[in-house]
């Protein structure tokens, strides 16, 4: 699980003190030890009882001006500053009772949705009871990533991050499925970035089956690679097959595969790409592109067989 900080300060910081800081250094994004040390810090923030509500109410006042501009995370985050190497932020928590869960989506808030991190970060409960977690932790060099990989979770235990409580989700090895908090919470994050965060692959897990259900953080990369196939000419299509030879994440280069395949005029020219792929090659590529190819195989004799007899 998690790992608990130990941080009792009792004095409070602002918000543009823990940024000074961080700038100041040292912060390694790729030291869990290093970002751990950051917890005491947070915790000083987290002792203010004011800056948030400061903050909320001046970005009210300019209309949220600088979330519009500067927060892509969802409605649940207040951004509170972003660098190349680390990110502030506000969680909001709603209880089961609140409007948000009875009128809305849990998904939005990730309850109900066991998943690790793709990133190392640091958390403090700022307000309320805490959201709940059952944690589990997991050997992420074992695992391939494809969905319905079977997947040694190990169950730790139930806790919840209370006010002051301080905690390190460690990268690839902390598992939580949240729940709800028992009143509406907030917690804050001292988040570690890398240039390689984006391509580094964040799982959700199906708890009652102990399998991989999917990747939950998608690129706008993925996406691109498939329109340059088909928009943008030779270079597009070199681009393509440079991806998918070397890109160094397997979820990219199965992404460049599926765009190679798609270029293809018939079904059958695509299942021997994929099978070709399958033969030679390990790792997620390779397991996606068997996936792939019985997935075209169904569907090509779906579509072969043509529609049911009327009556």
């Known amino acids: 699980m998690p790992r608990l900080i130990h941080a009792d300060a009792k ?32 915790k000083r923030l987290a002792n203010n009882r004011r800056f948030l509500g400061d903050l909320i109410i001046e970005e009210l006042k300019q209309r949220c001006a600088g979330q519009i501009e500067s927060n892509h995370y969802n409605a649940q985050v207040v951004l509170l500053h972003k660098t190349p190497s680390f990110v502030l932020r506000a969680n909001f928590w709603p209880a089961e009772e609140d409007s948000a869960i009875a009128n809305g989506d849990r998904g939005q808030f990730f309850y109900d949705l066991p998943h690790d991190h793709n990133f190392t970060f640091v958390t403090a409960g700022y307000h309320g009871p805490g959201y709940w977690s059952d944690y589990y932790e997991y050997d992420f060099d074992r695992v391939t990533g494809h969905p319905g990989e079977k997947v040694d979770l190990r169950f730790v235990e139930r806790s919840r991050l209370e ?58 990369l993925e996406t691109l690679i498939r329109l340059a196939a088909h928009c943008g000419g030779d270079t597009g299509r070199d681009l393509v097959e440079e991806c998918a030879a070397r890109h160094p994440s397997g979820r990219v280069r199965f992404a460049a595969l599926q ?33 792939e190819a019985e997935r075209l195989r169904t569907t090509k004799a779906w579509i072969e067989a043509g529609p049911p007899p009327v009556g």
């Open 11 to 42: 004095d409070w910081i602002e918000l543009g003190d823990l940024v000074e800081m961080l700038n100041s250094g040292p912060f390694d994004p790729e030291d869990e030890e290093c970002v751990a040390e950051w917890g005491p810090s947070l």
């Open 163 to 220: 006010e002051g409580k301080v905690m390190l989700y460690r990268k690839h090895l902390d598992v939580h499925c949240q729940l709800p908090p028992d009143a509406l919470s907030v917690s804050l994050n001292i988040v570690a970035l890398s240039p390689a965060t984006d391509f580094l692959d964040q799982y959700r897990f199906d708890l009652r089956r102990s399998e991989v259900a999917g990747i939950v953080n998608h690129s706008a």
């Open 259 to 291: 765009a190679k395949a798609s270029l293809l005029s018939d079904p059958d020219s695509r299942i021997a790409l994929f099978d070709d792929v399958a033969a030679r090659t390990n790792g997620l590529v390779g397991a996606m592109a068997v996936h």
